[in-house]
């Protein structure tokens, strides 16, 4: 069922919400969360696909924050709220909200959010593209628990990331950390398996890549070693080389879905190693809502109940 809303109100989509879950005899007390997504409408589709394809596995309501530019009126946007409801097969296994907001209404878009959130259940706000420097103190980052942003989608990774660490605040997490989460799960396993102690670390990839610094960090803040970093071809992250007195330990993953993984006195093996869809990333997110401790110390150099 879709339901197309014109120059509405936060209270009238709320409204449309109940009478689409009752024309359609879906109980809302299935969903766990509210994802609030917030994008520009170049990128809002394949957001909306991710965050369905993520609800499959964590049944939400999803709300689609969009700012929109409409006709002016003595130099300004009319201000103007355009809602689009989507429910039962329109909306995959939760309910979605496509929000498009003009005007001045899209300067108070927590306000039209606010009244939408479920009852009692965490809320998590990503932002795929545009985050904002301070994601806790944003006016719909202030409402979640977990707030999501992607170093992936901005200009100056580099930069952006000083801005993050500056304004971390526990809950932020970023997509590019999350996309490790292979990577730093074969480097636990390998050092539990080679059990030798590390003296210096390398982390190879495509130059200004995000991942690899926060890579190199954790290294460093888990290890005690310095991580240096070293450009490659690419694509990401290829390579890690961690040195011990029994040998290198090395993980390469030059191209394509398998990496091969080299340990002292010990024959190569090959180790599955893709690249995980936004869908997947997102929903490894939402496996867990308090704060991620360890991206705090990859990105801060400390835990996460301190900031800078």
Do not use: C, F
Not at 212 to 219: F, G, I, Q, S
Not at 229 to 236: D, F, L
Not at 285 to 290: A, F, H, K, S
């Amino acid at each position: 069922m879709k339901i197309e809303l014109t120059d509405t109100t936060a209270g009238a989509v709320a409204r449309a919400l109940v009478e689409g879950r009752r024309a359609i005899g879906t109980p809302a007390v299935g969903m766990v969360l509210t994802m609030v997504v917030v994008t520009d409408e170049e990128n809002a589709y394949d957001a909306v696909k991710a965050a369905g394809d993520a609800s499959r596995e964590h049944p939400s309501r999803t709300l689609v924050v969009i700012g929109r530019q409409g006709r002016r009126t003595h130099d300004r946007p009319r201000p103007r709220l355009d809602a689009e409801v989507r429910l039962g097969a329109e909306a995959g296994t939760g309910e979605t909200v496509v929000l498009r907001m003009y005007g001045e209404v899209s300067e108070h878009a927590d306000s039209v959010v606010l009244p939408l959130l479920l009852p009692d259940a965490p809320v998590v706000v990503w932002w795929p593209v545009d985050a904002p420097d301070n994601p806790a103190k944003d006016p719909l980052g202030a409402l979640a628990q977990r707030r999501i942003t992607d170093l992936y989608a901005v200009g100056n990774p580099m930069e952006t990331l000083g801005k993050r660490v500056r304004g971390y605040a526990p809950g932020d997490t970023d997509l590019a950390w999350t996309r490790l989460t292979p990577w730093r799960s074969m480097l636990a396993a390998a050092l539990d398996q080679a059990r030798v102690k590390v003296t210096a670390a390398v982390v190879e990839a495509e130059a200004d890549n995000p991942a690899a610094e926060l890579l190199a960090r954790w290294l460093e803040a888990r290890l005690g070693v310095r991580a240096d970093r070293r450009v490659s071809g690419g694509p990401a992250v290829t390579t890690v080389r961690l040195d011990t007195a029994a040998g290198e330990i090395v993980i390469d993953r030059p191209e394509g879905p398998v990496a091969t993984l080299t340990l002292p006195d010990q024959p190569p093996r090959p180790l599955a190693l893709k690249v995980r869809s936004t869908a997947e990333l997102i929903a490894e997110e939402l496996r867990r809502l308090d704060a991620d401790e360890m991206y705090a110390i990859a990105l801060t150099g400390h835990g996460p109940h301190r900031t800078h």
